[in-house]
T-cell receptor
Framework: EAQVTQNPRYLITVTGKKLTVTCSQN?????MSWYRQDPGLGLRQIYY???????DKGDVPEGYKVSRKEKRNFPLILESPSPNQTSLYFC??????????FGPGTRLTVL | LAKTTQPISMDSYEGQEVNITCSHN???????ITWYQQFPSQGPRFIIQ???TKVTNEVASLFIPADRKSSTLSLPRVSLSDTAVYYC?????????FGAGTRLTVKP
């Protein structure tokens, strides 16, 4: 089954404790991206990647890192999480100009 | 970067056709128009994509006039399960932005 998976689905952590949210897709898509969704602010792009070893900042990259060592994986790293990063995070993948497939979301709470 | 404007909310009744219009006055030549649907706490789901004229699939139609400065998503015979937020996106694959979307409420 074609899908985008994210782990963990739910995470509660404390300020400053490094964490990684994994994202994997099995559709051989070149393009992957991370979004965060907050009430009243809609979906905002954090980072995107056009292919392996090619990443670029989206609209709200501060406080986040990503890497794209393999085509299928695109982890989101929070080196020192802060409460303002409490949010619902979505990973997505697509072919160029094609429909984006979204993962189920990761609900992160930073205390 | 093409900015989009959609109504914040719309109400409809089961069985009616719903048309949601999106304005994108500064759309660029290379830009596609894509619509997504999102239910609470789920990732957006692709509905339809088009470049010009009319596109139809099994769930919706997309009407794009010749000047491409707007587009209309048409949902035939909506049901309660179509209650969701609908997003219009305009751009090339690496600069698409989600706006606030249109919250569609379908009533019995």
């Amino acid at each position: 089954e074609a899908q985008v998976t994210q782990n963990p689905r739910y995470l509660i952590t404390v300020t400053g404790k490094k964490l990684t949210v994994t994202c994997s897709q099995n559709m051989n898509h070149e393009y992957m991206s991370w979004y965060r969704q907050d009430p009243g602010l809609g979906l905002r792009q954090i980072y995107y990647s056009m292919n392996v070893e090619v990443t670029d900042k989206g609209d709200v990259p501060e406080g986040y890192k990503v890497s794209r060592k393999e085509k299928r994986n695109f982890p989101l790293i929070l080196e020192s999480p802060s409460p303002n990063q409490t949010s619902l995070y979505f990973c997505a993948s697509s072919y160029r100009t094609g429909e984006q497939f979204f993962g189920p979301g990761t609900r992160l709470t930073v205390l | 970067l093409a900015k989009t404007t959609q109504p914040i909310s719309m109400d409809s009744y089961e069985g009616q056709e719903v048309n949601i219009t999106c304005s994108h006055n500064n759309i660029a030549t290379n830009d596609y128009i894509t619509w997504y649907q999102q239910f609470p706490s789920q990732g957006p789901r692709f509905i339809i994509q088009g470049y010009k004229t009319k596109v139809t699939n099994e769930v919706a139609s997309l009407f794009i006039p010749a000047d491409r400065k707007s587009s209309t998503l048409s949902l035939p015979r909506v049901s309660l399960s179509d209650t969701a937020v609908y997003y219009c996106l305009v751009g090339d694959f690496n600069d698409m932005r989600f706006g606030a979307g249109t919250r569609l409420t379908v009533k019995p």
